[in-house]
C-alpha cells in the first residue's frame, strides 16, 4: 500500500458482529470506505477469517480538542 499523508484520509469506523453477535468496531485512517474494509481484513482476525460479518463503514468527523 503506498503512504500517503495522513491529512488526505478520513476516519472511518467499521463495525462488524461476531459469531455471538456482539457488535465490534474497529477504527481506521483510509482514503475511502473500500480501503477500510481493506484494513479491517487486513488487521482483524476474526474479520479475515469471516469478511461478510461487517455490517457498516460509517465515516466519521474529525474530534477536535
Given at each position: 500500500?503506498?503512504?500517503r499523508?495522513?491529512?488526505?484520509?478520513?476516519?472511518?469506523?467499521?463495525?462488524?458482529?461476531?459469531?455471538?453477535?456482539?457488535?465490534?468496531?474497529?477504527?481506521?485512517?483510509?482514503?475511502?470506505?473500500?480501503?477500510?474494509?481493506?484494513?479491517?481484513?487486513?488487521?482483524?482476525?476474526?474479520?479475515?477469517?469471516?469478511?461478510?460479518?461487517?455490517?457498516?463503514?460509517?465515516?466519521?468527523?474529525?474530534?477536535?480538542?
Open positions: 500500500m503506498p503512504s499523508p495522513i491529512t488526505s484520509c478520513k476516519r472511518y469506523a467499521v463495525s462488524y458482529r461476531d459469531l455471538a453477535n456482539n457488535r465490534h468496531e474497529l477504527g481506521f485512517y483510509a482514503i475511502d470506505a473500500f480501503e477500510a474494509r481493506q484494513l479491517a481484513i487486513e488487521f482483524n482476525k476474526f474479520v479475515r477469517e469471516h469478511p461478510n460479518s461487517i455490517d457498516r463503514i460509517s465515516l466519521r468527523n474529525k474530534v477536535i480538542v
